[in-house]
């Protein structure tokens, strides 16, 4: 019986527009009110998060940063995996050899080092992969970019960070240089306390090795009094590979979704854009209510 449901936001919980459906939430609250516990689990920090669920009056548990902080329905933060400072340095060691802005993302701002023009064009980067279709001039008019822009802080360097004591949840590279993005995958490697993953093929995320989806999805779920096959699990992209390789009771992918984490998963589910996740939750409901009505028969 599944009495979890954790969804990725971006290609998977959330449409094109990057943003929940009306379907979508309906389908959700259904689930919450059959009694089954609702968990966000997204490569956004808390912030970014929030800002696509206004106005939803969605209650539930967020694991963000991809797993780097879970907070619970009352929006506590319960568990923190952050990277330390001296393996921030040894990241940016290698990646300022190479033409490309850092993203720190943290509990709040997000904070970019280098020069003016370098933070403005990663982040119209960053905003682009929301809106492939538009041209660049038309993506600095749109609100995913305002919001980028409103929430980012430059800073000069790591040790202006460390000075303000703010905990570093994930880095974040946006690139269309994908084979610059690979090598610098393939340079980290070697470092074990690093995870690597992408959302997007023009992105890296790197964060403590700790603070990956599937490990921390279950330390949670199990401190809660639940078991792996009590929860139901949805992804589309790289960074969600960790929960849906996992023994959860149910792994579903997108049909949108990376082929890698399409064949890692037990169930395929429609797309993002035919409300793939309000598919997946009514599915469950009805299985699950078919078999309770088979249970109770004489």
């Known amino acids: 019986m599944i009495k979890v449901i954790a969804s990725d936001m971006d290609g998977t919980l959330l449409g094109d527009d990057h943003r929940i459906a009306p379907e979508t939430l309906k389908a959700v609250k259904e689930a919450v009110n059959a009694g089954i516990r609702f968990m ?37 933060v319960v568990l923190t995996y952050p990277m330390s400072m001296e393996l921030c340095r040894r990241v940016y060691r290698v990646i ?46 749109t609100p995913v970019y305002l919001r980028m822009i409103e929430r980012t802080k430059v800073i000069a360097d ?50 403590d090795v700790k603070a990956q989806k599937g490990p921390v999805l279950k ?43 399409k064949r890692a998963a037990k169930y395929i589910t429609k797309t993002n854009g035919e409300f793939g996740v309000a598919y997946a939750i009514r599915e469950l409901i009805k299985h699950q209510g078919q078999t309770a009505a088979a249970e109770r028969k004489p």
Request: hydrophobic content about 40%; some cysteine.
């Open 158 to 207: 790591l040790a202006e960070l460390e000075k303000k004591g703010v905990p570093v949840y994930k880095l974040f590279l946006f690139s269309e240089d994908r084979a610059m993005l690979e090598e610098i995958r393939k340079r980290l490697e070697p470092d074990r306390e690093i995870a690597a993953a992408s959302s997007f093929p023009t992105n890296l995320e790197l964060t």
């Open 40 to 76: 966000i689990c997204t490569g956004r920090n808390f912030p970014g998060a929030m800002q696509e669920l206004e106005g939803t009056d969605l209650v539930c548990d967020y694991i963000v940063g991809s797993g780097a902080e879970v907070r619970d329905p009352e929006q506590n």
């Open 219 to 261: 330390a949670y779920i199990e401190s809660l009094g639940y078991t792996m096959d009590e929860v139901m699990v949805l992804g589309d992209s790289l960074n969600d590979l960790s929960m849906i390789s996992m023994d959860f009771g149910a792994t579903v992918a997108m049909e949108n979704g990376d082929q890698e984490v």
């Open 96 to 141: 300022r050899e190479y033409p490309v802005s850092m993203v720190i993302c943290t509990n709040g701002y997000d904070y970019r080092i280098g020069t003016t023009d370098e933070v403005e064009e990663s982040i119209l980067l960053e905003a682009m992969l929301f809106h492939m279709n538009l041209s660049r001039e038309e993506v600095k008019k």
